[in-house]
């Protein structure tokens, strides 16, 4: 936007957002006003609509704006005018009317606790809040004193480590004058004025401004507890008092408070009563609210309960128990709360690894597991099978993984016995399928060699009348291939057991359950299976005839797969060649087809080529010849003439579906596993790949075209006389590359190909360091790769650095080489070269740019580049940080000292391992964010 639009245009606009009934005018008026927020002139327009209060929308869209503005883009006022914004925005909030919408003041109240923290120099901007809001507009000023402490550590305010601590003494030194201040609200008698309160005192709370000594005496703390207590307190307020309470526990986790421990545990076991009487009256809400406290309260003393010794346990110890209560409420919601108490506590103890201890808990965890096999049950009239995605099939899913981390606390055969015990007792269908949901949880952790419990489950299970509910079929099913390491060590049940799977197979609505059951089977059972190969061809050729999903069919390929592995190798060769076959000829049968009429290809249907490119992935990726079958040297590969055979069909499928990047991903995938499978061996594929790679790449810049070069080199740069031809794709790679990253926005809009591209050239570093050193265009990598350092996407940055890394690395290793020392002057000529560069990048984009998660490997790179030539790293580090300091002085907001400034010099140029420098980078970023 190049100049400023008329408030009236902005209302125009605002009023077209909001009420014209055309979407197209909807969508030109949001483009419109989002442009505007983005320029310089939104501060005046926001300020000016603020004050001419047309309607409520324009009210909104000017808070809106002026939070925003502050929030992202506070560095483009100039310090001078930082008052006047100052004085604007508290007349704002004084103009404010009991009629104001609410989300007007919370946008508003935002804006000015965000501008405190971002003016260090407005030391007094809450005694002259309190004075000038304190009297008539209250609501406002507990908004803003609520908000304050939250934005404190807000990631979207850059304020650094320095100006957070100011803050926060800030905070606490006001604490005496504020809580005060929220006592003679309180005093007031005004209802609607509680909730806020109790808010505002859980934020001070939370961040630690509020001293522990003087929660006792709190007015406000009272009335939470209060609230807590009493059977007709408000929703809201019961809500915020719940919140309050598990601020106070946070704190009491982390901080040493005496007396305090031992009360607000008392207060809170006393709420069991207010939490029966809430489930009486089916208040489920506050029974939510209750239990989050008592699993806050389990968690907080968790290390101090497990700690204590078993014949003198901690006084909290009964919250266990108490949540224990709120699990078997008959709402799932409420036991969900608790899982990560649960989770928390079988971590400790499995790190403790005392079985005395162990005991202790024992008795809890059996009635959890109880209690959660009462909640997986469904409802009797549910009809057919839970869907996926649905909030009650993704609760069962973590009761899974739960009894997955606390099984071993009283031990899987136990488990299953118990489970049994209801299967035998139970009259309805939904009982017997939440105990096989169960037993299936913990299948896999059953020993082989149990032989009291398991046979008569499984033989109860493999004749399930086909009358029962599906959902019981489902499960037990399920339970079936969970069994399979049992099933290994008895064979004798291993044809009933087929027999039943096959006849899944047949359901459509136990297809995919069954498939991923026979694959266990055939992965665990191996040896016993091979026999029924046959058979399982056959159920391959009927695949696409049954109800599968595709991963499940994919899965089944892999079992049979893994028990082709176990053949001789002249076996393996026909297998491995039927398996494909069944799947090639649809695959060719869709690309005969393939015509400008053809309709666009439905996914996972018998139309779709990827369906049968993944079932040869999975082919390839997983057949592992073992047994007598020489794979290396000059004895052929017992796959190699299948791969050969299908390379025709597969160089069709590249060309043909170029322009689906869905299928060119697949295709390319598949011809990865392929070449992986036999190796070198596919020679005589390198050369028309190589060439097909680079015309299409060319043409339409799929990045997974670059992903297969760097297997190709990682497969061929061993043998020399591949090398240069290597080196000419990568050459054939570069111009295209570089013209999708050159354009504007480029490296943002095309984090694959930065990722696949580099990974390329880190596997020449790894695999042929001297001839890629060598070549012309090094240099002009490694300027991309600088430009690319910054990128804020994980997979993207991680080559980069890998990149880098291996760059620098490869200077120092494999001495023993008779090219070392040539190869050691050329990387230590780039590091002088470029070192400089390269150094100021990383530090700039850490501390601007780049996630936390990057540190770990620019450390990795920082380091290597200190084993090159640490005085110039001293050198090359100090100049950037003179660079930032000036930086600093313009935006004077973070305050980095010239001290810590040393400090973080001196803690990268003396370490000496590459953790050492990832640390300083990390504790240095926080100064300025």
Not at 398 to 404: D, G, H, S, T, Y
Not at 486 to 493: G, L, R, V
Not at 823 to 832: A, E, F, G, V
Not at 859 to 879: A, F, M, T
């Amino acid at each position: 936007m190049e100049t400023a639009p008329t408030v009236e245009a902005v209302v125009t606009a605002v009023s077209s957002l909001y009420h014209d009934p055309d979407p197209k005018v909807k969508e030109a008026a949001s483009k419109w006003l989002n442009q505007l927020q983005k320029s310089v002139y939104a501060w005046t327009i926001s300020d000016q609509l603020l004050q001419r209060k047309v309607d409520v929308e324009t009210c909104y869209f000017a808070a809106q704006t002026m939070r925003s503005k502050i929030q992202y883009s506070f560095t483009e006022l100039p310090p001078s005018s930082h008052t006047s914004l100052r004085s604007s925005l508290l007349a704002h909030l004084t103009s404010l009317s009991p009629t104001t919408s609410q989300v007007i003041i919370t946008q508003l109240c935002l804006a000015m606790a965000d501008l405190i923290l971002l003016m260090p120099e407005w030391s007094t901007a809450l005694s002259e809040l309190m004075a000038a809001l304190s009297t008539s507009h209250t609501i406002p000023l507990l908004e803003v004193l609520l908000l304050l402490p939250e934005e404190v550590d807000s990631r979207h305010l850059r304020l650094g480590a320095n100006r957070r601590q100011q803050v926060k003494e800030m905070l606490a030194a006001s604490s005496p004058h504020i809580t005060q201040f929220l006592a003679s609200v309180l005093a007031t008698g005004q209802d609607q004025l509680k909730v806020i309160t109790v808010k505002c005192y859980s934020s001070w709370m939370t961040l630690g401004a509020i001293s522990l000594d003087t929660v006792l005496a709190s007015p406000v703390m009272g009335v939470a507890v209060g609230a807590l207590s009493s059977p007709t307190s408000p929703p809201t307020l019961h809500e915020a008092a719940s919140d309050c309470m598990i601020s106070l526990l946070g704190r009491i986790e982390r901080e040493d408070c005496g007396d305090l421990e031992q009360s607000t545990v008392t207060s809170v076991q006393q709420l069991s009563t207010s939490y029966q009487n809430a489930v009486a009256e089916e208040d489920m809400e506050k029974c939510l609210n209750y239990c989050r406290v008592f699993t806050e309260l389990g968690e907080s003393f968790l290390i101090k309960i497990v700690s204590s010794p078993p014949a003198q346990p901690h006084f909290s110890l009964p919250i266990l128990d108490t949540v224990l209560l709120c699990c078997q409420h008959p709402d799932y919601e409420m036991p969900d709360v608790t899982f990560n108490l649960w989770y928390r506590l079988s971590e400790e103890l499995y790190t403790r690894n005392d079985d005395t201890l162990v005991a202790v808990f024992k008795p809890q965890v059996e009635r959890l597991i109880g209690s959660l096999c009462r909640h997986c049950q469904m409802e009797p009239d549910t009809v057919g099978i839970l869907e996926e995605g649905e909030d009650f099939t993704e609760f069962r899913v973590r009761v899974c993984e739960l009894i997955k981390d606390c099984v071993f606390i009283v031990g899987s055969s136990t488990v299953f016995r118990q489970m049994y015990h209801l299967l035998q007792q139970s009259a309805q269908w939904e009982q017997t399928e939440a105990a096989l949901y169960i037993m299936a949880a913990v299948a896999r952790n059953i020993l082989p060699e149990e032989d009291s419990v398991v046979p008569a489950v499984l033989q109860q299970v493999l004749t399930l009348p086909t009358t029962i509910h599906t959902a019981v079929r489902l499960t037990a099913t399920k339970l079936v291939g969970e069994l399979c390491e049992w099933i290994e060590k008895h064979p004798d049940s291993l044809q009933a057991t087929l027999n039943y799977l096959l006849q899944g197979l047949q359901d459509p609505a136990l297809a995919s359950e069954a498939a991923t059951a026979l694959q266990n089977i055939c992965s665990q059972c191996r040896a016993h299976m091979a026999e029924h190969f046959t058979g399982l061809i056959q159920i391959l050729e009927q695949i696409d005839k049954f109800s599968l999903k595709p991963e499940a069919a994919n899965g089944l390929i892999k079992g049979v797969v893994m028990i082709i592995s176990i053949m001789n190798q002249d076996q393996l060769k026909g297998a491995v060649e039927k398996v494909c076959v069944l799947q090639v000829t649809p695959l060719n049968s869709i690309m005969s087809n393939l015509s400008a009429s053809t309709p666009k290809i439905v996914k996972h249907s018998v139309t779709d080529p990827v369906l049968y490119l993944d079932r040869l992935s999975a082919v390839f990726r997983h057949v592992q010849p073992s047994n007598g079958c020489l794979t290396e040297g000059v004895a052929p590969h017992p796959c190699r003439g299948t791969v050969e055979s299908i390379w025709p069909v597969l160089s069709r499928c590249l060309e043909l579906y170029q322009g689906d990047v869905r299928v060119t991903e697949r295709t390319c995938r598949t011809i990865r596993f392929a070449i992986r499978c036999i190796g070198v061996q596919s020679s005589s594929l390198l050369q028309p790949l190589v060439t097909q790679l680079v015309a299409l790449y060319e043409v339409k810049g799929h990045s997974c075209y670059l992903y297969l070069g760097s297997i190709l080199v990682d497969e061929y740069a061993s043998e020399s006389g591949c090398i240069p031809g290597l080196l000419s794709m990568l050459q054939a790679f570069i111009s295209p590359t570089y013209g999708l990253l050159a354009a504007a926005g480029g490296l943002t809009a095309h984090p694959d190909t930065v990722d696949d591209f580099f990974r390329l050239n880190a596997r020449f570093l790894q695999r042929a360091p001297m001839p890629y050193l060598q070549t012309e265009f090094i240099k002009s990598i490694l300027e991309c790769a600088l430009l690319s350092a910054a990128l804020e996407h994980r997979d993207a940055n991680a080559s980069v650095m890998k990149f880098f890394y291996d760059l620098l690395h490869a200077g120092r290793t494999r001495e023993d080489n008779p090219d070392f020392e040539a190869r050691s002057h050329l990387i230590k000529s780039l590091h002088s070269e470029y070192g400089g560069k390269l150094v100021d990048s990383l530090v700039r984009a850490a501390v601007t740019t780049l996630p936390s998660y990057t540190y770990h490997d620019i450390g990795d790179v920082i380091h290597e580049c200190l084993q090159h030539d640490r005085v110039s790293v001293c050198s090359w580090l100090e100049n950037s940080l003179k660079t930032l300091q000036n930086s600093n002085n313009s935006h004077p907001t973070a305050g980095v000292t010239t001290k810590q400034l040393v400090e973080f010099h001196r803690a990268v140029t003396s370490a000496e391992s590459a953790p050492d420098v990832s640390q300083a980078i990390r504790e240095f970023v926080r100064l300025w964010r």
